[in-house]
């Protein structure tokens, strides 16, 4: 059964810390991708990776960290530094760089106490 | 950067009735549209995408236009049912195969 997982569905996280947020596909897809949605808003580019061991930081990158280590997997970790981390977070994959077709994950809700 | 906007934000319409939701973008480059449904708490889920080298694409009761000269792009869905009660997003990819940027969004809502 393939397609795009993220963990935990909901998370909750104390101000001051860091909390990483698990993506994985097994499409065997080149390219994958996090985004940010607030209510009621768009998505907003975090960071992507167009291959293993790449990555590039997009329109709000401040306060996340990434890794891709493997081509299934690209976590995304947030920092203490993220002002206003409320949100939910998307991972998405596409099975070509160039921002071809990309398909979503489930979501994780990510609430800071 | 690309600048895509979105309208409406909000739609109702009765259920049998279509719904149409409309995006303009700025790059005349741009070369793929997809559009997306997202149902509450779930991930954005692909319904349909065009490319820039056709006019119109369906899929059932879903179809796609596009309209390179005025640089905008149309959702169509024809005898809604109240399951197409959603949000709807489209999204546009550059010319040059740069980053993909989503329009703000479409709350339809399907009233039996």
């Known amino acids: 059964d393939g397609g795009i997982t993220q963990s935990p569905k909901y998370l909750f996280r104390k101000e001051g810390q860091n909390v990483t947020l698990s993506c994985e596909q097994n499409?065997?897809?080149?390219?994958m991708y996090w985004y940010r949605q607030d209510p009621g808003q768009g998505l907003r580019l975090i960071y992507y990776s167009q291959i293993v061991n790449d990555f590039q930081k997009g329109d709000i990158a401040e306060g996340y960290s990434v890794s891709r280590e493997k081509k299934e997997s690209f976590p995304l970790t947030v920092t203490s530094a993220q002002k206003n981390p409320t949100a939910f977070y998307l991972c998405?994959?596409?099975?070509?760089?160039?921002?071809?077709?990309?398909?979503f994950g489930p979501g994780t809700r990510l609430t800071v106490l | 950067g690309e600048n895509v906007e979105q309208h409406p934000s909000t739609l109702s319409v009765q259920e049998g009735d279509s719904a149409v939701i409309k995006c303009t973008y700025s790059?005349?480059?741009?070369?793929?549209f997809p559009w997306y449904k997202q149902e509450l708490g779930k991930g954005p889920q692909l319904i349909i995408d065009?490319?820039?080298?056709?006019g119109e694409k369906k899929d059932q009761r879903i179809a796609v236009t596009l309209n390179k000269t005025a640089k905008h792009f149309s959702l169509h869905i024809t005898e809604t049912q109240p399951e197409d009660s959603a949000v709807y997003f489209c999204?546009?990819?550059?010319?040059?195969?740069?980053?993909?940027?989503f329009g703000t969004g479409t709350k339809l809502q399907v009233i039996p």
């Open positions: 790059d005349s480059a741009s070369n793929y």
């Open positions: 998405a994959s596409s099975s070509r760089q160039g921002w071809d077709t990309q398909y």
């Open positions: 499409l065997n897809h080149d390219a």
């Open positions: 065009i490319r820039s080298n056709v």
């Open positions: 999204a546009v990819r550059p010319g040059g195969y740069q980053k993909v940027t």
